[in-house]
């Protein structure tokens, strides 16, 4: 195995022992648990490939697409509002973060360069991630 092999070997261990990764599988499989996210979640994907079957016509309802749209938004708000789909929305959010820093460490050490305007200044100090 090379040496950049068994680096990015270690990395996927590091990034899965993190507390960020650990967080994320534990609220997702809470959240895929509770009968209510799944009842709302089935519907919401029932209403997504029925919108997308009419998309697919040649001359798709305006009325139909427009209804489904909706009810769609209806699902993903009530959906939003579960405290099971919250915690697992937040702990997503701390994982993407998490792979952000990562690949910004990533890039600066191939580039040499500090990506701008991704919320990284290129002062460590006002980082809470790489170190």
């Known amino acids: 195995m090379s040496k950049v092999t068994e680096c990015a070997r270690a990395l996927g261990e590091a990034i899965v022992a993190s507390d960020e990764y650990k967080n994320m599988q534990i609220t997702e499989k809470a959240a895929m648990s509770d009968p209510a996210v799944a009842e709302a979640m089935g519907r919401f994907l029932e209403l997504k490939e029925a919108l997308g079957n009419v998309m697919r016509q040649e001359e798709p309802d305006p009325d139909l697409i427009a209804s489904y749209g909706q009810e769609m938004d209806e699902v993903q708000q009530k959906l939003n509002a579960m405290p ?48």
């Open 84 to 131: 099971a789909v919250d915690a697992m929305t937040s702990s997503r959010q701390q994982f993407s973060e998490l792979m952000n820093q990562v690949n910004h460490v990533l890039q600066f050490m191939l580039t040499g360069e500090v990506e701008q305007g991704g919320g990284c200044t290129g002062n460590c100090g006002s980082c809470g991630g790489c170190h």
